[in-house]
Every structure is written in C-alpha cells, then in structure tokens.
DNA sequence: AAGTATACCAACCGCGAGCGC
DNA sequence: GGCGCTCGCGGTTGGTATACT
C-alpha cells in the first residue's frame, strides 16, 4: 500500500501558518522549475512541507497577479450569477475572475454571499442541487456531458436533472440534452455574464 | 478593561481523476 | 489492465481579529 496516497504526512511535516522565509524558497525553487511536481518542489526547497500544501500556497498568495481583498460590487455580482449557474464549481468560478483564487471566492461566498443570498430569496436547489456525497459525480457527469457535447458524440442525459435555483434562469430539467450545448459553450466563455446592468 | 461572540481567512483533509510505468 | 503517484477540487477546521456586552 502507498503510503498517504496524496496525503501530508502529519507527523513530519510542517504545519500551521507559513514564514517569510518559507515563501521565499517557495517561489524560488517555483522560478525555477515551475509550478509542477509539486512534491519535488517541496524537496528543492527544503520546505518540511507536503507538496499539496506548496500548491496550496503558491496558488492562493504566491502566484503572480493575485488580487487580494476588495471584491468589488461588479465582482460580487458574476460571483453570484456564476455559483447560479454552476453551484460550488469554485474553481470554475474563480477562473472568470481575474486574480482571484478559488480558496478566496469559497471563503466570500460562506462569510458573505450565503448569507445574503438567503435572506433575498427562498431556500431553493441554488448550491445544494448537488447531494451530499454526490457532488464529485454529478458534477463530473456534466462536465463529460459537456465535452461529449463539444466533441459531438453526446448521446444521453437519462440521469441529468440540473436545475439552477428557483427563479428558472437555468432550469435544465425538461430541457433537450443538446442544450447541453450550451453548457459547453458557457464553459469556454460566456459573455454575456459580463453584462453588468 | 475584561470576557464573550462573531466574522474572516489561511490551511488542512479526504476524495476522485488522470497519468505513467 | 492494474497499481501507485500526483494533482486539483470542494468541504471543513482552527486561529486571529474585531465587535459587542
């Protein structure tokens, strides 16, 4: 059996919050042999850490181009528009907002979007359209559906039920699996979300 | 001023997918 | 095809800062 499959090795590793010093190897050895093999950046280093924690932390503050704090009004609608759409794809999310990391829109949306959500509109399949313990799968459904559809070889959406919250924006339910379509397009760009009123 | 509650954010954990051998 | 390793994702936890009593 391998040992800690992806897993940090609790007893070696360093934990806790991270050092200047630390940061700076990081990036160093990152500068050098990119951000990749991420177990073996973590030795180069000699960082005393497990290599999901160096991805975690180069992709959440040490990453060129970071954004930090702030979300503007603008921000805070796609935001909105986006988890309507996708529920906790936070990573997807993310990827429409310049600058901004996956861990910093979760960590929004639970501190300050969920609650307001909530108080604006009745509790409705919004971010929960995925059950507990099926997100992965549902999930990944739809993205192979969405690639099927790319590729032209879709064929059925027998177990398909995605629905987007209650106001019927994106209700999927009774819709034809080649809107599905759609879908895919949406996941290369969608512009329209940039449509601010 | 001290104690407590709440908010926020960084980091960790567990899981599944993809890839190479 | 099976196995092990790496990576990426989403959920959760824990520490710190701030607000409140």
Redesign the pocket.
């Known amino acids: 059996?391998?040992?800690?499959?992806?897993?940090?090795n609790?007893k070696e590793?360093?934990?806790?919050?991270?050092t200047a010093e630390e940061d700076q190897k990081l990036a160093q050895v990152i500068e050098i042999h990119g951000?990749?093999?991420?177990?073996?950046?973590a030795v180069k280093a000699g960082l005393n850490?497990?290599?999901?924690?160096c991805?975690?932390?180069w992709?959440?503050?040490l990453r060129p181009n970071i954004k930090?704090?702030n979300i503007s009004d603008q921000e805070e609608d796609l935001i909105v528009r986006l988890h309507k759409l996708?529920?906790?794809?936070?990573?997807?999310?993310?990827?429409r907002l310049p600058g901004r990391?996956?861990?910093?829109i979760?960590?929004?949306w639970?501190?300050?979007l969920s609650?307001k959500i909530k108080q604006n509109e009745e509790p409705v399949r919004s971010?929960?359209w995925?059950e507990?313990g099926t997100?992965?799968?549902k999930?990944?459904d739809m993205?192979?559906v969405a690639k099927r559809s790319e590729e032209g070889t879709s064929k059925t959406l027998e177990d398909s039920k995605y629905s987007f919250g209650g106001d019927g924006f994106f209700d999927f339910s009774n819709e034809d699996p080649m809107n599905l379509e759609w879908m895919s397009k949406f996941l290369e760009l969608d512009e329209t979300l940039y449509d601010f009123p």
């Open positions: 059996m391998a040992p800690m499959r992806g897993r940090c609790k590793a360093n934990r806790g919050a991270w951000p990749k093999r991420w177990r073996s950046v850490r497990c290599g999901k924690s991805r975690l932390r992709m959440n503050h930090r704090g996708l529920g906790n794809r936070w990573s997807l999310i993310a990827g990391t996956d861990n910093e979760k960590n929004y639970n501190s300050h609650k971010s929960r995925q507990p997100v992965k799968t999930v990944q993205d192979s």
